[in-house]
């Protein structure tokens, strides 16, 4: 199996990485023409706004929403969650442009700047039901974006309790707030909906590979017998003019 890692910046070695630990050969993706080549894809975090102006530059977006309609298999962390989302709110002047098909709205840079990042365990019933491992996840929020609303087709994953008192967002059916809020307001920090798969953390950053697994299963259930998309990892794939990676280190 070969998954299509978006390659313009950001944490796309360290998925590789994890990719290579399940013994699944990660890509690194850059121009439109090389998703002919993938049957799933990774958008990792970065800098959202950087991120949609090279795919701007490279002429992504097109190809990327193709992708998307196909029903192709698409995981989204962080900057890779907004832009799978259908609208974003907290963006900075002039906004920024959309892959979509996440039926959502989320919030950019929700849990504060660089020196607010944080770690935290997060509930993970479905995760730890379908790959087994402890009930929670160690989550690496770096300047993290939070789901707010979702439409009647996503499955909520996982939320997280924030606690405030300032209103950030509001809408006819949700109130976000900042500080001193009652306890027990969560956001939403992970979701599924149909093949996309949406994380507001980095599991790339952490030794758990599950929810690489997670997608990993996601994808095979809908690529079954696509032979065009079966490589074993240690072997070149010469249409993509991948270079050999190394490992990365990961927080424990």
């Not at 491992?133 to 770096?142: A, D, N, Q």
């Not at 509001?170 to 027990?184: A, D, L, M």
Request: charged content about 20%.
């Amino acid at each position: 199996m070969v998954v299509g890692v978006l390659a313009l910046q950001g944490s796309f070695n360290e998925h590789i990485a994890a990719l290579r630990r399940l013994g699944v050969k990660g890509v690194e993706i850059r121009k439109p023409e090389q998703l002919d080549n993938v049957s799933s894809l990774i958008i990792p975090g970065g800098e959202s706004t950087t991120m949609a102006k090279l795919a701007e530059f490279h002429k992504l977006f097109p190809a990327l929403r193709e992708f998307v309609k196909m029903g192709k298999p698409v995981w989204g962390t962080c900057a890779g969650l907004i832009f799978l989302a259908d609208k974003a709110v907290g963006q900075k002047l002039g906004g920024q442009e959309l892959v979509g098909g996440l039926d959502c709205t989320v919030h950019r840079n929700f849990f504060g700047s660089q020196i607010q990042s944080f770690e935290a365990d997060i509930s993970v019933p479905e995760l730890a039901s379908k790959e087994g491992g402890p009930e929670t996840f160690r989550g690496v929020f770096i300047r993290a974006p939070a789901v707010l609303e979702v439409g009647p087709e996503v499955e909520v994953l996982a939320d997280y309790p924030v606690p405030s008192n300032k209103v950030l967002y509001s809408s006819s059916t949700v109130e976000i707030q900042e500080e001193n809020s009652t306890p027990g307001e969560k956001v939403i920090v992970a979701v599924k909906q149909g093949n996309l798969l949406g994380t507001v953390f980095h599991p790339e950053l952490t030794a758990d590979t599950r929810w690489h697994s997670y997608f990993l299963k996601m994808a095979r259930e809908v690529g079954d017998g696509a032979s065009s998309s079966i490589v074993v990892v240690g072997e070149e794939d010469p249409g993509l003019n991948q270079q050999p990676k190394i490992d990365l280190p990961v927080f424990q």
